[in-house]
């Protein structure tokens, strides 16, 4: 098992420029999300989805978007970057019921827009 | 008002310490308390979980829950500088059917040997 993987692990961007960040899980877990790590602060989430299909807002979902076509695969896309958007990107993944509150993270994606 | 309060250190302590990271809460809805362990450029992963208020140990760790003072706590025993990570507590609760977790800011902690 892989778990969860992400692409690229590092990227910079200039303002205005778009990118996809790729999520993908191997363990069949119907719940995925997005967050963001800005530096000293938590986790902030960006989307989350619960199954393929089925896409919900998070806490801060502005100039970002999602798409959930399998189970395995939950991309981010980023549209006309901006430097507030430097950040950590992080996705995980969870099972849905009682298994929630064990989130599953792939490793990151450093972003900086300048 | 954030829903999760975390004092995020930095914290420094010596090797075989006692060490005591808190959280406080306001949203009386959360049902579940978990406490995520994060090394330097790492992911977060699980560290512990607890549902009630009261006591839960793992080994050197124990998560506390007090419901009524809204406020959690993890204690890590004999501190190791293998324990030297960023802490993030985070809490749950439904909402419309989905589960997500709300996190704390996390502390940095450093065990010095």
């Known amino acids: 098992n892989a778990g969860v993987t992400q692409t690229p692990k590092f990227r910079i961007l200039k303002i205005g420029q778009s990118m996809t960040l790729q999520c993908a899980q191997d363990?069949?877990?119907?719940?995925m999300y997005w967050y963001r790590q800005d530096p000293g602060m938590g986790l902030k989430l960006i989307y989350y989805?619960?199954?393929?299909?089925?896409?919900d807002k998070g806490e801060v979902p502005n100039g970002y978007n999602v798409s959930r076509s399998t189970t395995e695969d939950f991309p981010l896309r980023l549209e006309l970057a901006a430097p507030s958007q430097t950040s950590v990107y992080f996705c995980?993944?969870?099972?849905?019921?009682?298994?929630?509150?064990?989130?599953?993270f792939g490793p990151g994606t450093r972003l900086t827009v300048t | 008002q954030k829903e999760v309060e975390q004092d995020p250190g930095p914290l420094s302590v010596p090797e075989g310490a006692i060490v005591s990271l808190n959280c406080t809460y306001s949203?009386?809805?959360?049902?579940?308390f978990m406490w995520y362990r994060q090394y330097s450029r790492k992911g977060p992963e699980l560290l512990m979980y607890?549902?009630?208020?009261g006591n839960k140990e793992d080994g050197r760790f124990t998560a506390q829950v007090d419901k009524s003072s809204k406020y959690i706590s993890l204690f890590i025993r004999d501190s190791q500088p293998s324990d030297s990570a960023t802490y993030l507590c985070?809490?749950?609760?439904?909402?419309?059917?989905?589960?997500?977790?709300?996190f704390g800011q996390g502390t940095r902690l450093t065990i010095n040997p």
């Open positions: 989805s619960v199954g393929a299909g089925i896409t």
């Open positions: 363990m069949n877990h119907n719940y």
């Open positions: 607890t549902y009630s208020s």
């Open positions: 949203n009386s809805a959360f049902q579940y």
């Open positions: 985070a809490m749950s609760a439904s909402f419309q059917g989905a589960q997500k977790l709300v």
């Open positions: 995980a993944s969870s099972k849905p019921g009682q298994g929630h509150y064990e989130q599953y």
